[in-house]
Structures are given as structure tokens and as C-alpha cells.
Nanobody, 125 residues
């Protein structure tokens, strides 16, 4: 059974930090790029960041560039999203997703084969 399980969300004050994890199982993790997305109530899904399967290529959305860092540990089938300098507008449900190839269309949420259930991040002002 394919699974992507997000964890690490919670409530944090503005300016604080959280680290999200995305643990994968049931497929060949090394063959997939991983993206992070978020969706706030009443808003469209937004691409946050993505990382390639093995060469370390990363992408970031404009709203998180310089504050968030994505990384992966292929030995543990896990991708991390370190979120620093959090703002109230970062409040959303955060999802990870897997797609075979990483390219500049990563942010659209298309061509992802697997999705997690999400973890809530709430940033208070």
C-alpha cells in the first residue's frame, strides 16, 4: 500500500519555526520527486516547495523563498520541510505529494501520483 504521511504540524507563534516530515512507503521513493503544497480555507492550493529524486534540485514558491528549506533522506524515505520565520499567512493544511519527474511545472500540483492526508499548520499573530 502506497502511503505518504505528513507530520510535524501544529500551532506556533509568528516568527517561530516548524519542521514538517513526509514519510513514504509502498513505492520506490528514490525514483520520485516530492512536492509540498498547502491550502488554506477558501483559497486555492499553493505549491510551496519541491525536491528532485536524487540530484538535489529544489524549487520554492515566491512566498516562502528564503524562509523554508526542503531536504530529503532517501535512506529513510523521508522529505523534510524546515519552516522558519513563520507568518500568519502560512497557516494552512500542508500536503506532500510524489511525482516521477521534477520540472518547472511542479507548483501546479499536476502529474503527482501520490498524495498524503495533510498536516495542519497554524501561525498565530
Amino acid at each position: 500500500e502506497v502511503q505518504l504521511v505528513e507530520s510535524g504540524g501544529g500551532l506556533v507563534q509568528a516568527g517561530g519555526s516548524l519542521r514538517l516530515s513526509c514519510a513514504a512507503s509502498g513505492f520506490t521513493f528514490d525514483d520520485y520527486a516530492i512536492g509540498w503544497f498547502r491550502q488554506a480555507p477558501g483559497q486555492e492550493r499553493e505549491g510551496v516547495s519541491a525536491i528532485s529524486s536524487s540530484d538535489g534540485t529544489t524549487y520554492y514558491g515566491d512566498s516562502v523563498q528564503g524562509r523554508f528549506t526542503i531536504s530529503r533522506d532517501n535512506g529513510n524515505n523521508t522529505v523534510y520541510l524546515q519552516m522558519n520565520s513563520l507568518k500568519p499567512e502560512d497557516t494552512a493544511v500542508y500536503y506532500c505529494a510524489a511525482r516521477p519527474l521534477l520540472d518547472s511545472t511542479w507548483f501546479g500540483g499536476y502529474d503527482y501520483d501520490y498524495w498524503g492526508q495533510g498536516t495542519q499548520v497554524t501561525v498565530s499573530s
